[in-house]
């Protein structure tokens, strides 16, 4: 299975910074990357898909960078609501596989 | 509006075997694919398998196989996942998620339905 490796595991940041999250591929994956947000007691939620196109609805302060093994999550400014936990999966193989996640904590 | 809602929590003990269903609605459930996530508490997500409801052709995590059954009844837009000879690590909050592909996002998702496995 390839693996997915997130960093780092946990950050605390205020609102109004700029946050990046990054997710590390154990092979290629191309850009068969997408990123969830969640919150607690609530299923995940579909930010960016394909490594960089944003989900219909969610708010343009999110953006997806990256390809082959190598991904970002960028939070331009920090919204109260933002505070959650986030999960990138990749898509390339039958075997989907996600990384461990990132908390991301108010300061 | 799409929806996907899923049956209610669960009690199990150790060796039963428990079948959460999925319905589906908003949507032709046999356009898109299913698949079965979990999360057990605290910790992350992990796939379990995939199901094509037009077919009911089915590809299950190896770690599942030979315990996980998906299926579908087309006729009532619903897809179920029943997982047997379940052990205490089976707790987990179990969600069934669409996408359009085999390997694509997931766009919906289910409520999630927990099953706790307790003697």
Redesign the interface.
Known sequence: ?IQMTQSPSSLSASVGDRVTITCRASQSISS?L?W?QQKPGK????LI??ASSL?SGVPSRFSGRGSGTDFTLTISSLQPEDFATY?C?Q???????????TRLEIK | QVQLVQSGAEVKKPGASVKVSCKASGYTLTSYYMHWVRQAPGQGLEWMGIINPSGGSTTYAQKFQGRVTMTRDTSTSTVYMELSSLRSEDTAVYYCARSYDTTAYYDYWGQGTLVTVSS
């Open positions: 299975d068969y997408n969830y299923a995940p939620k579909l898909y394909a989900q999960y999966q898509s390339y193989s039958n075997s989907i596989t996600f990384g461990q996640g």
